[in-house]
């Protein structure tokens, strides 16, 4: 599934290609959030033209609406959406703990209530398996318990105990349930919150069953950003080379940057599309909110240096009055540059990597967003 | 400015070409309606990929926000919005009437509220000329009153009465006043209501003045389809051959095909975006509500006649799905569709008279489109 091309001379920064039943991934890459089956306001020819190589969807999502018969009908996610690229499923472990209402974990899985009617589900380690092969993405993950921040050691010590004990119930069932007309891969999720022999136990736990790719989870979920580093750096002595490094929901782009020198491959957040709908930017000298007054007379790009459709077209000017209206023009207009800012980091990422600059690339690129981060 | 092609052997369809310093557009055609500077969920680079000629937008609107320094500064409407081909605004005679909240008429002008703040603002016929060449679109409108339905005979002549009197101020102010970086076509805008003979003093009238095009205005406001053809029918003779014919606000796809039928070249509305921002999508067989349950296993297009982008990648059953969760991207499908399926029927009613066959053409449509009306 993963091939490591090379790692780049002056740090850990590797270029990899992940294949899969729906072609093969360039990594490190980026993959944008289409929780529902779309990235918000973007369609799949926007997804495609701006150069996304895999886009995430969400399984507890999915499940709830518009329901496996419809996937089962549709012949999978990818028929379902029209998108042929490869497609990752989150396991719902996560939506689990931040959106469901009530939430009870036993040994055997969760229960909890729909955050849309507040119909209850009960979640365990092989139904989520049967749902995500049900969806048919080509990537999928297991059903973990993602510990809040701040937590207690018990309450991190539990999440990684129901975390390997799911993750092996999960494998195994995943082997022997095998559907001929799916072709998936499924990850480990790594728990462990802040605590780090609770990290490194989570990893040698997950790699001695043995997964296709291993996950760093339970980091995004509101720690300061030196704790996400350390769970990073606690972890990675335990994953292997030739499998592929996701670090789930990061991140901001000196982050993605920053781990990308740890040796990450795969990484997703909902940042520029979220960002996008509200109106705020990246650019390569950091976020900038296009709604603001300074900017009613500024017919220049959104971001000088980006050669998106939307800065080779678009003033300042003129979305800041769409978004002042509420134009769904101006979200959108905003949304894809955002996620050709992070599409185009990661193309330049790998670039770099491959010429073995990724040090003096990663430096120049986080001085100049004005990060106090450094590879 | 309008060149006449052909018409029809066996009905008043015509085949003609507009010219304006933003290109030509081949008549008759359909403006998609951008109020504020945007059509509605859709980039100029959709509407441009759909084929549209012309956008229509609204000097009212536009005059609010973002506010003709920005135009001035952006150097016209068509640098601002990034939009080269031809453009149209309306004055805002038909939005004080349908949306500030205080309107009151004088012979000098219009006093009324701005409906975004509360705002006081006097529009008079000479500064709704001036706000129009700020904005810089290609073709304008002069001030009208625009009757409601029903209304009074007196209510009626007062229209018509104030309509002339400013259309003649409007004309005068515009030649007088013209600027050497915008290149314009003053437009007409006929009133009377549903009286016979106010339509045709109201024809004469601004007939008699001279302008560079005609409108018939005070339709689609309300009345049944009968007045509003009447309104028509009552109108059309007066209207010289030379110049092209603008239906205010006309409508719903039989009513477009009816009216090209009578003579018609110029149409806008504001339903495909609209009906596509709620779901309801046009087709060959009539409209359909696309989140309707019986659609969730649909994998079949919106239309299975047509050929836009949309139609030829998405299912009823995934946009059902997205219009349902209220995604921003189920939406601008059903918009992207909706438009296309008025600027195709517009390519398809251009080749019908050109071949001579309008009025089989049009029948044809109808019929399957599951109208009464006839040409």
Redesign the interface.
């Known amino acids: 599934m993963y091939k490591l091309l090379k790692t780049d001379k002056n740090c850990k920064a590797r270029r990899g290609v992940v294949s899969t039943a729906h072609g093969d991934i360039q990594s490190p890459f980026f993959m944008p959030v289409g929780t ?10 926007d997804v495609n033209e701006i150069g996304a190589q895999i886009v995430l969807c969400n399984a507890y999502h999915l499940f709830l ?2 329901g496996l ?2 996937f089962e ?2 012949k999978g996610l990818h ?4 998108w042929q690229k490869p497609t990752l499923t989150d396991s719902g472990g996560y939506q689990v703990f931040s959106l469901a209402k009530l939430r009870k974990l036993q040994d055997d899985g969760v229960e909890f209530q729909s955050h849309i009617d507040g119909a209850y589900h009960f979640f365990t380690p092989e139904k989520v398996i049967d749902i995500e092969q049900s969806i048919g993405a080509d990537m999928i993950m297991p059903l973990d318990v993602c510990a809040p921040y701040p937590c207690s050691r018990h309450e991190a010590e539990e999440s990684v105990r129901l975390t390997t004990s799911w993750a092996k119930r999960a494998r195994k069932y995943f082997l022997e349930n095998r559907r001929s007309d799916r072709s998936q891969n499924l990850f480990a999720i790594i728990q462990g919150a802040t605590y780090k022999d609770l990290r490194e136990r989570s990893a040698q736990e997950l790699l001695d069953i043995g997964f296709d790719a291993y996950a760093i989870g339970g980091v995004s979920v509101g720690e300061p950003v030196k704790d996400m580093f350390e769970a990073l750096d606690w972890t990675m002595p335990f994953l292997p080379k030739d499998k592929q490094r996701y670090f789930m929901g990061i991140g901001l782009p000196d982050q993605i940057v920053k781990a990308v020198g740890e040796g990450i491959d795969m990484f997703d957040t909902c940042l520029p599309t979220r960002f996008g709908r509200h109106g705020t930017a990246f650019t390569a000298y950091g976020r900038i909110i296009v709604r603001n007054e300074e900017f ?2 500024d ?1 220049t790009p959104i971001d000088p240096e980006c050669d998106c ?1 939307v800065c080779r ?3 300042k ?2 979305i800041r ?2 978004l ?2 509420k ?7 905003v949304t894809y540059h955002n996620l050709y800012f992070y599409v185009n980091l990661m193309r330049k990422i790998r670039k770099a990597i491959e010429d073995d600059q990724y040090v003096a690339f990663a430096n120049d690129f986080l001085e100049k967003y004005g990060s106090e981060l450094r590879v």
Chains 1, 2 share one sequence.
């Open positions: 529902n089956s779309s990235v918000k306001s973007l369609t799949f020819e609406r518009p018969e419809v009908a549709a028929n379902f959406m029209s009613k007379f017919f459709l077209r678009y003033s000017s003129y009055h769409l002042k209206l134009e769904i023009t101006g979200l959108k207009l």
